[in-house]
């Protein structure tokens, strides 16, 4: 069964410091990979999607991924934290690649804190 | 355009009621799906539904069950509540197609006493 794992469920940084998360997926065939983002009694907010077009994905709010497949991994970066980066974050994957769902898969989160 | 909503935002069951939560999409997307959000187990899909058909289903006991009408709206059902099934529960809407963008409300908190 595909699945991803998030190393870390707690990662601090100081304001203006690199962010990266880690994420690591399990699929035998090329995955769709999300990151998302909850902020404190939110719902989820899509940041950047894999689809097996470029490895590099930009998404919102400065933060972008790349897709290692040698890796199996989909580490999301941020050159420079800001306070308000503050949140959980989670990375999924949709494990029926090819087939008519869009049932995601997610990992256990981790709690971004940024330190002034 | 407005973004999904979910009623009631909040809400406190006893054990052995039933509950229904409802969702509203996204104008013009045809496709639901739910998820429970739990501390101890995180976020775990329920069901998805397009058109009024279920199109898949999680790994969760027949007192959940979910439903989808003409209009796209959903709701869901959880007869028979138990302490465990205290949760954030999440809808997501998407436009129809296998990996569009799918859109979270802000998930109803449900508590069981």
């Known amino acids: 069964a595909q699945s991803v794992t998030q190393l870390g469920s707690h990662v601090s940084v100081s304001e203006g410091a690199l962010v990266l998360l880690r994420c690591n997926y399990s699929s035998s065939v090329p995955p769709y990979l999300f990151w998302y983002v909850q902020y404190p009694n939110q719902g989820l907010q899509l940041l950047l999607k894999y689809t097996s077009a470029a490895t590099l994905v930009k998404g919102i709010n400065g933060f972008e991924a790349e897709f290692k497949k040698s890796e199996t991994s989909f580490h999301l970066t941020k050159p420079s934290a800001h306070m308000s980066d503050a949140a959980e974050y989670f990375c999924a994957v949709r494990p029926d690649y090819g087939g008519a769902t869009n049932k995601l898969i997610f990992g256990t989160g981790t709690l971004l804190a940024v330190q002034p | 355009k407005a973004g999904v909503t979910q009623t009631p935002r909040y809400l406190i069951k006893t054990r052995g009621q039933q509950v229904t939560l409802s969702c509203s999409p996204i104008?013009?997307?045809?496709?639901v799906s739910w998820y429970q959000q739990t501390p101890g187990q995180g976020l775990q899909f329920l069901f998805e539904?397009?058109?009024?058909?279920?199109?898949n289903k999680g790994n969760f006991p027949g007192r959940f069950s979910g439903r989808q009408f003409s209009n796209s709206r959903s709701e869901m059902n959880v007869s028979t509540l138990e302490l465990g099934d205290s949760a954030l529960y999440l809808c997501?809407?998407?436009?129809?197609?296998?990996?569009?963008?799918?859109?979270f409300g802000p998930g109803t908190r449900l508590t069981v006493l």
């Open positions: 997501a809407s998407s436009l129809a197609g296998v990996g569009d963008e799918q859109f």
């Open positions: 539904y397009f058109s009024e058909t279920q199109r």
């Open positions: 104008s013009g997307h045809r496709s």
